[in-house]
């Protein structure tokens, strides 16, 4: 069975640091294509980041790029997301999600930027 | 950046009625535009893939048909347990983008 749990999540003050985690199994975890996607309270579905199978490639969405960083660890099954600079705009659930399709979904964990 | 605009945004239904929802691709996406349904305090789910393949373990009522710049999900026969927001998503540039959400509420 495929899982994606995420962890990291909590309050942080604007202008704080923030390391999200994304353990993965029940799949090849280096054959895939992995993302971040957000949803902030209230509001739809914002795709974040994602990398390529071997770490090669990223991209981002223009709001956070310079500020946030996504990595992997095909060695431990695991998704990282660095955020910096947070702001208060980046308050939002944040979803590990699996290939390009986003076939799979963790149950997403809650940041909360705010003073 | 590929923006996508789904219509409506909202839909009001009774059982057993079919509903359409489109997404409209700002430029050709070719078939790299999937369906996800979202209920409240839960994570979104797969229902269409590619514009048309279905998932597994989803109802045989969800389809989706399109290619290029128009697409559309289709919900036979409603069911009061299909109240839930609806997004659509593109993976064909190297940035993914979503449609702004579909609400269908049952009467």
């Known amino acids: 069975e495929v899982q994606l749990v995420e962890s990291g999540g909590g309050l942080v003050q604007p202008g704080g640091s923030l390391r999200l985690s994304c353990a993965a199994s029940?799949?090849?975890?280096?054959?895939?294509?992995m993302s971040w996607v957000r949803q902030a309270p209230g509001k739809g579905l914002e795709w974040v980041a994602n990398i390529k199978q071997d770490g090669s490639e990223k991209y981002y969405v223009d709001s956070v790029r310079g500020r946030f960083t996504i990595s992997r660890d095909n060695a431990k099954n695991s998704l990282l997301l660095q955020m910096n600079s947070l702001r208060a705009e980046d308050t939002a659930v944040y979803y590990c999600?699996?290939?390009?399709?986003?076939?799979?979904w963790g149950q997403g964990v809650l940041v909360t930027v705010s003073s | 950046e590929i923006v996508l605009t789904q219509s409506p945004d909202f839909h009001s239904v009774t059982p057993k009625e079919r509903i359409t929802i489109t997404c409209r691709a700002s430029q050709s996406i070719g078939s790299s535009l999937h369906w996800y349904q979202q209920k409240p305090a839960q994570s979104p789910k797969i229902l269409i893939k590619?514009?048309?393949q279905s998932m597994s373990g989803v109802p045989s009522r969800f389809s989706g048909s399109g290619s290029g710049t128009d697409f559309t999900l289709t919900i036979n026969s409603l069911e009061a347990e299909d109240a839930a927001a609806y997004y659509c998503?593109?993976?064909?540039?190297?940035?993914?983008?979503f449609g702004q959400g579909t609400k269908v509420e049952i009467k």
């Open positions: 999600t699996r290939a390009a399709a986003l076939d799979y």
């Open positions: 998503h593109q993976s064909s540039s190297l940035t993914g983008t």
């Open positions: 590619y514009a048309s």
């Open positions: 029940g799949f090849t975890f280096s054959d895939y294509w």
